[in-house]
């Protein structure tokens, strides 16, 4: 029997905490692709699903109300929990 593992949506512009985080998530089974940026986060929720947010607040190119916001606003997404990292 397998088991399908969670996806995580990582979104932190901070290179060591995001692949600190996803280093460690994927050892914990979870499927996890990383972004630095807002624009980033767009394009992977435009690409495909996921089962969870870990959303930094600050971002360079947009803060992460913002873009919680704007998931929030998509019917496909907008169930999708999100989990906001802040400094």
């Keep these: ?10 979104v932190d512009d901070d290179q060591e905490i995001r692949e600190l985080l996803q280093t460690y998530l994927s050892r914990a089974g979870f499927q996890v692709r ?3 940026d807002g624009a980033g986060f767009r394009q992977a929720m435009n690409e495909a699903p996921c ?3 870990i959303l930094d607040v ?4 947009e803060d992460g109300f913002s873009l919680c916001r704007w998931i929030r606003q998509h019917p496909r997404q907008a169930q999708v929990p999100i989990i906001m990292l802040t400094a």
């Design 51 to 53: 089962d969870l947010v």
């Design 34 to 36: 990383g972004v630095p």
């Design 58 to 61: 600050m971002l360079p190119d």
């Design 1 to 10: 029997m397998s088991v399908i593992s969670k996806s995580i949506l990582l």
